[in-house]
């Protein structure tokens, strides 16, 4: 097995003939499997038959909806494996879906700026859908306006904050657009205004940062009460402060610069970096640091690294070299790098148990893909971790890949964050020849 010709910085794909074959064939499945809103109807059911945990099914949605279709569509397109017509007949579908179910938050996975992710991405092939895009962006920038994230310490959920459903996700697609209107700069300045602001010293007594989550404010789901009785600073890329640095590296280098911009980079990078365990291969994040009755924060400890997007050092590691990416920080970078030959050292031994990307082996070989760059050891392992991900196809099911909730439970479904669609776009960006923009609602660049 072979990668293809690099330069340092530059984007690294697998270039093994008969990995490009296996994939293009199991995208293929995917992309047959998903072309039809009917097809796509009768896997939301079966896959909600078959889970105990599933979200469900929002079709205008980015992560679990037909937005995110049209990704897969689009890109299967680009390579030559699908129909752009097709990715336009998702899009419309997730635009239309919103006059029954309207989008109520901007939120970048299942809100109006998922929605504007994609049908940005889409109008880059179908010039058509622009003026659609400008209504959608003076929308967004409405809602984001009309409703500015409260700033109100020990009332912090990480539904305002974080890349999935709050501030951080929503800036990161807004540093996105190229020449934004007044309305749009508003809306990301008043984002990042507000991610500085969480950045900043806390005032309130027991307090130890602002973006402390006390629980009152926990999720309904999980052992959270369990784990952190008197609150706790969330550690995941997916839901804690390296999103929340991450986005701000995102509006940095694209020009939405505000006064305390560096220095809210500074504080949360430091903060991320200095909450590191360690083990034999390198520094670990777990998914919080707890604080104690007291408002003090505890020791966050190594534990089990997740091998994951969503928590654990793969996912803290993406974000630290996103921050390093947008200020030039070297020193950061290597950091970075160093992280996450860690996470491939222990990943010889520990293999995700599903597929997809959100908590499993996509969401390792995009990151894998993304470090090819800077680092020796990700373009050493990368085919080696193509290979496991085409290891996982499955030509009997009905997306050829299903995600695994636990052992022997698996799921056929269809979406694009714990779904086929997000295995088969990452199998695209594996066999490659440019870093795909999709993974900026992942890695915030």
């Known amino acids: 097995m072979q990668l293809a010709p690099h330069d340092s910085g530059t984007w690294v794909r697998t270039a093994d003939a008969g990995l490009v074959r296996r994939a293009h064939a199991a995208v293929r499945h995917v992309v047959a499997a998903t072309t039809t809103t009917a097809q796509v109807d009768d896997l939301v059911v079966r896959a909600a038959e078959q889970s105990g945990t599933w979200g469900g099914w929002y079709p205008p949605g980015l992560a679990q909806g037909q937005a995110g279709l049209a990704l897969l569509h689009l890109y299967a397109a680009r390579a030559g494996l699908g129909a752009l017509d097709t990715a336009c007949g998702h899009i419309r579908e997730a635009v239309l879906s919103t006059q029954v179910e309207p989008l109520e938050f901007h939120a970048l996975f299942a809100g109006t700026s998922g929605l504007a992710f994609a049908l940005a991405d889409v109008t880059r092939d179908e010039p058509r859908f622009g003026p659609s895009l400008d209504r959608m962006h003076e929308r967004l920038a409405d809602q984001v306006l009309a409703a500015p994230p409260h700033r109100t310490e020990r009332a912090v959920s990480d539904l305002d904050y974080d890349l999935v459903t709050g501030a951080s996700g929503t800036l990161v697609h807004l540093s996105s657009v190229a020449a934004p209107g007044e309305r749009v700069a508003e809306a990301a300045a008043a984002l990042a205004d507000y991610l500085i602001w969480l950045a900043g010293p806390a005032e309130t007594d027991g307090t130890p940062r602002r973006w402390l989550i006390t629980p009152a404010y926990y999720p309904p789901v999980g052992d959270y009460h369990a784990k952190y009785p008197h609150g706790y600073l969330n550690l995941g890329l997916s839901h804690g402060v390296p999103g929340v640095a991450a986005a701000l590296a995102a509006a940095w280098e694209a020009g939405h610069r ?80 160093r992280a996450f030959d860690g996470v491939l050292a222990r990943a010889e031994h520990i293999r995700p148990l599903s597929p997809t990307l959100c908590h499993g082996l996509a969401g390792l070989v995009m990151l894998t893909l993304d470090f090819a760059p800077w680092s020796p050891a990700a373009r050493d392992r ?17 997306l050829g890949f299903a995600d695994v909730e636990e052992p022997g439970r698996p799921v056929d479904d269809p979406g694009l964050l714990t779904g086929a669609a997000g295995v088969a776009l990452t199998l695209l960006a594996a066999v490659g020849d440019q870093r795909p923009h999709w993974f900026r609602a992942f890695l915030a660049r």
């Open 258 to 337: 505000r006064p305390g911009h560096l220095e809210a980079l500074d504080t949360l990078t430091r903060w991320v970096r200095d909450q590191a365990g360690f083990d034999a291969y390198g520094p670990t994040w777990s998914d919080g640091t707890p604080v104690d009755e007291h408002g003090r924060e505890g020791t966050a400890g190594c534990g089990h690294d997740r091998i994951a997007w969503c928590y654990g050092a793969a996912g803290v590691a993406g974000a630290l070299l996103t921050v390093a990416s947008a200020i030039d920080d070297d020193e950061l970078r290597t950091a970075a790098v």
């Open 382 to 398: 990368l085919p080696r971790l193509v290979g496991q991900l085409l290891d996982a196809y499955a030509p009997d099911r009905p």
